[in-house]
């Protein structure tokens, strides 16, 4: 499994994906990053590589940031006593991606809808790890 910066690295790309595409054609390498983005929906693809390649080309583009700063993500984990939390994660599994949005968004790798995913709970079997 991918590290947690890798993971919240990935789900940073997934929600701006259409932004950082416009920022490659923009900076006039387009076609590679489009083809870094493309592997990077493969999970045969080797993550930190595939993440470093993106960064070199967002750099070319004059992005002066990091894609492995703070890792964000889904809450920790309720107690039992604790309100339900519900976030739409990853489809895949592969990032640390979680919207708090009433309609599932869309994973821009997979094109798939991202999947809800409940946390805590009153301990009467619906919260996290229930069915």
């Known amino acids: ?3 947690a910066p890798d993971r919240a690295a990935l ?3 997934c929600q701006r994906y259409e932004q ?5 054609r923009q900076g006039e390498v387009g076609d590679a990053l489009d083809a870094a983005l493309g592997a990077l929906a493969r999970p045969d693809g080797e993550l930190p590589v595939l993440l470093d390649r993106v960064e070199e080309l967002l750099r070319h583009c004059g992005w002066g940031g990091s894609l492995r700063g703070d890792t964000g993500g889904v809450p920790a984990l309720l ?3 604790e309100p339900l939390v519900e976030a739409y994660v990853c489809p895949t599994g592969r990032c640390a991606r979680a919207d708090f949005a009433a309609r599932p968004p869309v994973c821009s790798f997979t094109r798939r809808a991202l999947t809800l995913k409940r946390y805590g709970g009153y301990g009467d079997g619906h919260g996290a790890g229930s069915p």
């Open 20 to 24: 950082i595409r416009q920022l490659g």
């Open 79 to 81: 107690g039992p006593g």
């Open 11 to 13: 789900a940073w790309i």
């Open 1 to 3: 499994m991918a590290s």
